[in-house]
């Protein structure tokens, strides 16, 4: 079916466009040439016309390990057209073939995959300090050469490597330096980005990014625990702006534990957006603190970033970063006609962090409509209320519990 959007405002960061502009679904594919009569005609008149979302940080393995969630519902029913799985399989055990033929192969939603460089993934891992141990306990999980192996075997699906950085998953924190050393070579022998969570660490911010090249991300950029990105003072780590200077992208990764509210706006206050903006979408946090990428990219439009960036930030930036740039990110003449169509819209409405913390929020990002390789998908509206008062409990209870040290800059946070 073929499809015009009119009178809508075009955001295309890759090609620097922003301006109003028709746009065609043709043969499921993008076109600027009006030459043929639609099947159907789409005002788009005061709303954002975008490149499909592109969530760069999900865990999709649903039923297969504690976090994974149902993508389709919670990606392209928000307005998201692809999504990167961030490690939920490893190569032991089938579980990076199961997540091909029984999540990404199942769903309408494009996904694919950081291999975790743990065999077996996170299929017995939760959130990481959640008491139940993790997937770097043993480093006779780290295998290098089976890494480098599955990347080979499934490079159309397989776009990088993701290791997870904390000392309650890591045997109290003795296996983190190696298993960083092993994901990092394994990640430059592949040629393939290696993405990087580190939080409530044994090694130092400075270690952990000396280890990063160029195109690598550093995800939960904005944790409000150890680890921070900010020091003693409450500015950010030289290690952390050299860092970006070489190419390392910082990616957000909100995730249940991993966004404070003030760490974000000190950060941002000191010139450090976000290169990617990603949600961390679980099991745990789909009802709050994340709920969605839509809402996470509000978070940050209420913290000051612009709409360009924003858009820039789920759309053209993830696509080049795990080499999906021919392929998505763009509203180039010819490409797959994925496009999400959003309202910016005055609201009166609060937002939780990862902390429990409240802010009111004034504007936001709606997804109204959303097209995937040229096919119209219904979006449904999130179903939960902003905020979620069980979730900030449950947020404040888990720190509690969890008893972590606070982040290097807590104090000087205003």
Avoid at 74 to 95: F, K, N, Q
Avoid at 268 to 285: K, M, Q, V
Avoid at 329 to 354: Q, V
Wanted: hydrophobic letters at 40%; glycine letters at 10%; charged letters at 25%.
């Amino acid at each position: 079916m073929d499809v015009l959007i009119r009178n809508g405002r075009i955001i295309d960061p890759a090609n620097g466009v922003d301006q109003a502009l028709d746009i065609w679904v043709k043969n499921g594919r993008i076109s600027y040439e009006n030459n043929v009569n639609p099947d159907e005609i789409i005002d788009a008149n005061g709303l954002l016309v975008c490149p499909g979302l592109i969530d760069a940080h999900i865990h999709a393995y649903q039923f297969s390990t504690p976090l994974g969630i149902d993508i389709d519902r919670y990606c392209l029913a928000r307005g998201v057209t692809c999504a990167l799985d961030a490690g939920s399989a490893g190569v032991g055990a089938g579980t990076l073939k199961g997540l091909e033929k029984y999540v990404k192969d199942a769903c309408k939603t494009r996904l694919f995959a950081l291999v975790h460089i743990a065999a077996h993934g996170l299929a017995s891992s939760g959130c990481a300090g959640d008491g139940e141990g993790g997937e770097l306990d043993s480093l006779n999980q780290v295998d290098e050469s089976r890494c480098l192996k599955a990347i080979h075997e499934n490079q159309e699906f397989v776009k990088g490597i993701k290791v997870r950085l904390a000392t309650a998953i890591s045997n109290g924190g003795l296996n983190e330096q190696e298993a960083l050393r092993r994901a990092s070579r394994a990640a430059e022998r592949a040629r393939a980005p290696l993405m990087v969570h580190h939080a409530c660490s044994s090694i130092s911010k400075a270690d952990v990014l000396n280890y990063l090249r160029k195109g690598d991300l550093h995800t939960h950029t904005y944790n409000p625990h150890a680890s921070s990105v900010l020091g003693a003072d409450g500015r950010l780590l030289p290690a952390v702006r050299e860092a970006r200077k070489r190419g390392v992208l910082f990616d957000v990764g909100h995730g249940m534990g991993s966004f404070g509210w003030r760490v974000a706006e000190q950060c941002i206050r000191h010139g450090f957006e976000p290169d990617i903006i990603s949600t961390d979408l679980h099991a745990e946090n789909v009802r709050g603190p994340v709920y969605d990428l839509a809402t996470v990219m509000t978070k940050f439009l209420n913290l000051g970033m612009t709409v360009n960036n924003i858009i820039k930030a789920v759309t053209w930036t993830p696509a080049q970063s795990i080499g999906l740039s021919k392929l998505l990110g763009c509203l180039s003449e010819g490409r797959p006609a994925d496009i999400t169509i959003l309202k910016l819209e005055n609201c009166d409405i609060e937002l939780e962090d990862s902390l429990g913390e409240v802010r009111r929020i004034t504007k936001r990002f709606r997804p109204v409509k959303v097209f995937l390789g040229g096919i119209e998908y219904p979006i449904v509206e999130n179903d939960g209320q902003w905020p979620n008062p069980l979730s900030a409990a449950r947020l404040k209870e888990a720190i509690k519990k969890m008893n972590l040290p606070k982040g290097e800059g807590d104090d000087q946070l205003v």
